[in-house]
């Protein structure tokens, strides 16, 4: 369910005509829908109503402020991964009682960031970062939330690049050596245990991974309950997968059905971290079609976006919809959709069905809300996009579109190299 629909053959975001904001804002654009994402928020916390639990949006998937602020608004709390996420995430206005801290590779800058933040917790993914963790706190005379992940060895059937919870994965501990973490983190007076936490992959489009490694984290939970190690949080990551083309995923009743059932009686508070589900289909990337091109062997659309900004075509081989924002009734092709990036890999679709689409007109790549953005580059010194946000009839730029001048901030000529001789 997303609010960009088409209204007399032309596409509109809620109650603005695609159209207009590309009139005023020019192209490429990430276009984002305050009536899904609310939506998608409040379907997907209102689905584990009558468990004790807490939603912390994954900063990750979609970092824009306004996106945050929204989310905050709603009493989410917030799943970050680097002090630059922690600063977002406080700007935004997150309570930092309600921020988790995921990540293997904290620096002690961002344990200590976080530590003066007040966060809610650490989830330590390795007895090195443990034992610093409790060396920064204890420097700062303070004690660290904690919880350990542990890496449940669930296949979570996705994108192997996405796949986060296998034994090879560089995530988590497994169960053994994270029991010992937590026999560490009992004695040690610097960290307090507060919960187990695991995340076992993205884009998961069945319920059954979720619960296996539930039930394996239960069974972990027992394990240290009898070695006198409480447990106040469960935390079960993110995951759960959206519909780009053929998917279907089940629903947040359904997942969260499955997992209230598995925690019946357990006296924990689940917390859990999407991302993509709430922001993935609330947002489209717009462009504009610059050529078409035929040769002896294939077709192509030229776009003026490009890998830089959506990697998830090249990188993941990611299917997006891509449709116009003019739907008339036309004859259909098939073609590749291509950006203007020097790279074979930057497309956007290869060889598929498309409306004979002219030079000019506007596409909009569907799906784009989350891992868009967030993974947008510089590449062939392109300026990334710009970030609309529609309210109702309202649009409002978030993120205005980076300048030539963006580009070189920061870079500078050594003196040495200012000589023309040099
Ligand atoms: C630790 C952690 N939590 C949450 C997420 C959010 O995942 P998703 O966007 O699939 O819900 C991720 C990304 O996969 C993650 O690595
Ligand atoms: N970037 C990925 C998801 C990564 C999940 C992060 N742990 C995607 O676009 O699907």
């Known amino acids: 369910m997303h609010h960009f629909q088409y209204r007399d053959g032309e596409l509109y975001a809620e109650d603005v005509p695609v159209r207009a904001i590309a009139k005023k804002v020019g192209t490429p654009f990430y276009l984002y829908s305050t009536a899904t994402l609310k939506r998608h928020f409040q379907v997907f ?17 979609n970092s824009n402020l306004a996106i945050l602020r929204l989310f905050a608004n709603k009493g989410s709390g917030a799943d970050i991964v680097s002090g630059g996420e922690l600063y ?20 002690q800058r961002e344990m200590r960031e976080a530590l003066k933040a007040g966060i809610l917790m650490f989830n330590v993914e390795s007895l090195g970062e443990l034992k610093t963790l409790a060396q920064v706190a204890k420097r700062m005379g303070k004690v660290a939330p904690i ?12 994108h192997p690049h996405i796949t986060t919870g296998l034994m090879k994965s560089k995530f988590g501990l497994d169960v053994e050596t994270a029991f010992e973490a937590y026999l560490f983190a009992k004695e040690h007076p610097n960290l307090d245990i507060l919960g187990v936490d695991c995340h076992i992959g993205s884009q998961l489009t069945e319920i059954s991974p979720f ?11 027992e394990k240290l309950k009898e070695h006198g190690i409480k447990i106040k949080y469960i935390d079960l990551g993110g995951g759960l997968g959206i519909v780009y083309g053929k998917e279907s995923p089940p629903p947040p009743s359904e997942y969260a059905q499955a997992l209230k ?30 050529y078409f091109k035929e040769t002896p062997v294939k077709n192509f659309v030229i776009i003026d976006a490009a890998m830089n900004d959506l990697l998830r075509p090249v990188l993941y081989q990611a299917y997006h919809e891509i449709i116009p924002i003019l739907s008339k009734n036309r004859p259909k092709l098939v073609a590749d959709v291509v950006g203007p990036v020097c790279e074979t890999g930057d497309f956007f679709a290869r060889d598929r069905e498309i409306p004979k689409v002219k030079s000019g007109e506007l596409l909009a790549v569907m799906s784009a809300g ?31 579109r980076e300048n030539y001048a963006r580009l070189i901030a920061g870079e500078k000529i050594p003196p040495f190299l200012e000589n023309k001789s040099a």
């Open 45 to 61: 916390d209102e689905a584990f109503s009558g468990l004790p639990h807490l939603v912390c949006y994954s900063i990750k998937a």
């Open 88 to 107: 977002r995430a406080l700007k935004a206005g997150f309570p930092p009682k309600k921020i988790v801290f995921s990540g293997v590779g904290k620096t």
């Open 147 to 158: 919880a350990i992940r542990i890496n449940p060895d669930v296949d979570p059937k996705t």
């Open 211 to 221: 619960v296996e490694a539930l039930k394996r984290i239960k069974i972990f939970v």
């Open 261 to 290: 059932q598995e925690l019946a009686g357990l006296d924990v508070t689940l917390i859990l971290e999407p991302g993509r589900v709430i922001v993935g289909n609330a947002g489209i990337l717009v462009t504009r079609v610059l």
């Open 370 to 400: 989350a891992y868009g953005f967030v993974m947008a580059s510089n590449y062939n010194s392109r300026p990334r996009p710009a970030e609309v946000m529609v309210n109702g009839k309202d649009f409002y730029v978030v993120r205005k």
